[in-house]
Each structure stands twice: as C-alpha cells, then as structure tokens.
C-alpha cells in the first residue's frame, strides 16, 4: 500500500528557513513525479513546486528562489527546503505523487496526483 510521510513542519519567523521531508513507501516512486502542494485557511490548495523521474523541477512563482525540491531515491524521501520565508508561505503542506503520469514532466496541477499525504503544517510568523 502506498504510503506518504511527511515531516518537517514547524514555526519559524519570518525570514527562517525550513526544510520538510515526505518519506514514500509501497511502489517504486523514483519512477514517477512528486509534488508538494499547500492550502491556507480559506483558500484553495495550490502547487508549490515539483519534481519527476528526470529530476526536472518546476516550481510556483511565488516561491521561486526561495525553495528548493529535491529528492534521494536511495531513501525513497522527497524534500522541499524553504528559505527566506514569508507570513504569506503560512499553510498546511502536502507532499503527493503522480503514479499515472498522463502528463510529462513536473506537473503542479493538483489533479494529476493520485496519492497523498496527511500534510505538516508550517506557520511563519512576522
């Protein structure tokens, strides 16, 4: 069964750093695209950045810069590290995989992912 983990989550003020974690088991996820997606109080969940088997990363232009997606196939673990953070980056934070791959390369369309994690929540205070 497939299964996503995060970790990593926290409060930090702004300007800190945070770097979250997803740890994937139940399938061979080096073969397909992972994503982090968050959603604040009120408002829809959104791509943050992701990454595919090619290691080819896209990210959203609001964090552009300040985060970075990566990933060690040998730990089957998915990392997004967060710099120079914003209020604004306040959310709860959801690591997702895309085992089906209808669309090439790294997707932030939330209805691509077909498996999710429970999500961590970061909070950035001002």
């Known amino acids: 069964q497939v299964q996503l983990v995060e970790s990593g989550g926290g409060s930090v003020q702004a300007g800190g750093s945070l770097r979250l974690s997803c740890v994937v088991s139940?399938?061979?996820?080096?073969?397909?695209?992972m994503g982090w997606f968050r959603q604040a109080p009120g408002k829809e969940r959104e791509g943050v950045a992701a990454?595919?088997?090619?290691?080819?990363?896209s990210y959203a232009d609001s964090v552009k810069g300040r985060f970075t997606i990566s990933k060690d196939n040998a730990k089957a673990t998915v990392y997004l590290q967060m710099n120079s953070l914003k209020p604004e980056d306040t959310a709860m934070y959801y690591c997702?995989?895309?085992?089906?791959?209808?669309?090439?390369?790294?997707?932030?369309?939330?209805?691509?992912?077909?498996?999710w994690g429970q999500g961590t929540q970061v909070t950035v205070s001002s």
């Open positions: 139940g399938y061979t996820y080096s073969s397909y695209c």
């Open positions: 990454i595919d088997s090619d290691g080819t990363t």
């Open positions: 997702a995989a895309d085992t089906v791959l209808v669309v090439a390369g790294p997707t932030l369309r939330e209805i691509e992912y077909d498996r």
